[in-house]
């Protein structure tokens, strides 16, 4: 059993993730070897495979205690869900999420492990990066490995004594306790493809009582949003949207920041006892419970179809889907429109909506608007009322809600 988990996730891009994993395993000490180290590598759709490479990895590593393990994932899934997925993979007790676009320099990870084990109030450790934002920028660039080896060996040195304790960690690079998991869980999905997926975990992270160290004694280089560029979207867009579903999920007007602490946020890490129905998010489908019913405002002689989007994000195609769903609909099937009031403005959104089916007047009472917020474990009971899903392209919300309907056998409708 690996004592040491080291979870990467890759989207394309393979020369930048090999150069990673090499470095990676190039900067392990024998005492961290010894213990046992698996590095997963969790493909998140890549359109090709560098198969023989995978298979020589496996190989080769091995022999020296270090099982690499190649997780498939069929389609993108984003960021959040891709990072779950690989973390319900992981059987160490210290685990590391990172990004598939860093360069590890020597002993970059000692110091985050003596953190992390000696300290048991500390959730989260995190290293300097040289690209990141907050306090653990650095904000350089170098040009070869041996000039980011010799750079980081300076900075650790200098920052040897150095720990910062702050709000929140760049999700680039993080390393936490399997207990840590267990008790907050993983990536919410509301955040689609990715950005402030990370804010809100670390928040959570601390809710629930742990600290979030800042490691002057380890350094890696991050290139950045290697990945993301990938993508034809503007990148903006999901900064913003999700910016403003972190914002609402957490009743946040300010975000001030004074001396590395955002302060607004610790008045609500003070002013929220951790919940577990609340604040856990599950990893994976079998953290989910089934038991749960839930009494909606639906008709139950109709076949209930239900239609979850990234309801702000302009590439979604959910206001196509919606108009199409009402043109093809049966007289006995029911549209019900999820819209959590804790991510989302529901009446802005409920108007929205109304607006552009104008012409779909006649139809307009099949719609059922739902706004409540449910538990993130009773996720899957939720969906498990409905009799069959509406698919969203452009959506990776919608696309996780149908991942999970397909474990529950439910028919996805796409037109």
């Known amino acids: ?48 495979i560098p198969q023989q490479w995978i298979n020589n990895s496996k190989s080769r590593y091995i022999k020296d205690n270090i099982n690499i393990i190649y997780i498939q994932i069929e389609e993108n899934m984003g960021y959040p869900i891709g990072v779950n997925i690989g973390l319900a993979h992981c059987k160490g007790e210290i685990i590391a999420i990172l990004n598939n676009d860093l360069i590890f320099p020597k002993d970059w990870f000692n110091g985050l492990a003596n953190t992390i084990e000696e300290n048991e109030s500390i959730g989260i450790a995190a290293p300097y990066l040289s ?18 080896n010799i750079c980081g060996k300076k900075i650790m040195n200098e920052n ?21 998991l267990e008790k907050v869980g993983g990536n919410d999905f509301w955040y689609g493809i990715g950005h402030f997926d990370d804010d809100d975990l670390c928040l959570r992270i601390r809710i629930a009582g742990y600290k979030i160290a800042i490691v002057g004694n380890s350094f890696v280089y991050h290139i950045g949003s290697t990945s993301f560029k990938e993508l034809k979207e503007d990148i903006n867009n999901f900064v913003y949207i999700n910016k403003m579903k972190f914002y609402n999920k ?30 856990y998010i599950p990893i994976s489908y079998n953290d989910y419970r089934l038991e749960k019913q839930f009494h909606l405002s639906v008709n139950s002689k109709k076949e209930k179809l239900l239609l979850v989007a990234d309801w702000n994000n302009k590439y979604s195609s959910w206001e196509r889907k919606i108009k199409s769903i009402l043109n093809t609909k049966k007289s006995n099937e029911e549209l019900n429109l999820w819209i959590p009031s804790r991510y989302f403005n529901f009446l802005e959104l409920k108007n929205k909506i109304d ?40 959506d990776f919300v919608n696309k996780y809600i149908l991942y999970l309907g397909n474990i529950l056998d439910k028919p996805c409708i796409d037109v």
């Open 1 to 48: 059993m690996p004592y040491y988990s080291f979870m990467i996730l890759c989207y394309n891009k393979w020369d930048v993730t090999k150069q990673a994993i090499k470095t990676l395993i190039d900067s392990f000490e024998y005492t961290y070897i010894n213990k046992g180290i698996e590095i997963l590598i969790v493909d998140n759709g890549s359109k090709c």
């Open 131 to 148: 690209y990141a934002y907050g306090v653990q920028n650095i904000g350089i660039r170098l040009d070869s490995i041996e000039e980011i």
């Open 160 to 180: 040897k004594d150095k720990i910062i304790f702050t709000t929140r960690a760049v999700g680039a690079c993080i390393v936490l306790k399997k207990q840590v």
């Open 250 to 279: 957490w009743k946040l007007k300010n975000d001030r920041v004074i001396n590395s602490n955002y302060i607004d946020r610790e008045a609500i890490i003070n002013d929220n006892n951790f919940n577990k129905k609340r604040h």
């Open 355 to 394: 607006n552009c089916i104008v012409n779909h007047q006649n139809k307009k009472d099949s719609i059922i608007y739902i706004n409540e917020n449910i538990n993130p474990i009773d996720l899957m009971s939720f969906i498990n009322q409905f009799n069959s899903l509406i698919k969203v392209e452009n």
